[in-house]
């Protein structure tokens, strides 16, 4: 998979956004994209290959696989990456709108296109929104379809047509764990950077509101 796309994306959301939002810019391209495509795209490259079970009834292995890895971790990862990611689109789309638009009226319309204010701060709120309900999401779906945030060494299967109760084993199961523990971590620390970058900009916008009201009143 080529990740270019979402690499120019980050670089592109890192012009416009906060202090804040640039720390989970650089949370999302260090600690979660370049360990993707370094080091665990290949731990799980060869994951039901690797999956060994004590006998050798056809089908039997798959359908054990199937059932206790429904979904790749490896390849929910990605999707997570993309989703999340995927909001940041609508400020770059707004900026590019705002562009265009006084290309069109051939006149500066905002003192800058790229400004976190008015129509653009709800598009920038609602993209904040939106990674952190995806992140939460994802969260959730890993630990309803693996039954938690654990990989274990052995998984016992019944699940015809295995003619008994068959053991299983994962391969790298320790190496695996760490990488999970590390995905989720890096998860949680996003989810936490989006909120504090959605509550600073709410209580600046609101600041700033109040002051504008006071200067009205003096008036």
């Excluded at 056809?58 to 989703?83: K, T, Y």
């Excluded at 770059?92 to 562009?99: D, G, L, S």
């Amino acid at each position: 998979m080529s990740w270019v796309f979402l690499r120019d994306l980050l670089s592109g959301v890192n012009k416009y956004s906060t202090g804040i939002g640039r720390i989970w810019v650089a949370v999302v391209f260090m600690f979660r994209l370049l360990v993707y495509v370094a080091a665990a795209e290949n731990i799980w490259k060869h994951e039901h290959d690797e999956f060994e079970c004590n006998i050798k009834q056809p089908g039997c292995e798959n359908v054990c696989f199937d059932h206790f890895f429904p979904v790749s971790h490896i390849r929910l990862w990605a999707l997570q990456l993309i989703m999340v990611s995927t909001p940041s689109l609508l400020v770059v789309f707004h900026v590019a709108y705002r562009e265009n638009r006084e290309k069109y009226h051939n006149q500066k319309l905002y003192k800058n296109p790229g400004k976190i204010d008015g129509g653009l701060l709800c598009t920038y709120l609602i993209s904040l929104i939106l990674k952190t309900g995806l992140e939460i999401v994802f969260l959730v779906l890993f630990y309803k379809l693996y039954n938690g945030f654990k990989i274990p060494r052995l998984v016992k299967c019944d699940i015809k047509p295995c003619p008994n109760i068959v053991d299983c084993y994962i391969s790298k199961p320790t190496e695996k764990m760490i990488f999970l523990y590390f995905l989720v971590g890096t998860s949680c620390l996003c989810i936490i950077l989006n909120l504090s970058e959605l509550s600073y900009l709410i209580f600046k916008y609101s600041i700033k509101c109040y002051l504008k009201r006071q200067k009205r009143n003096r008036k």
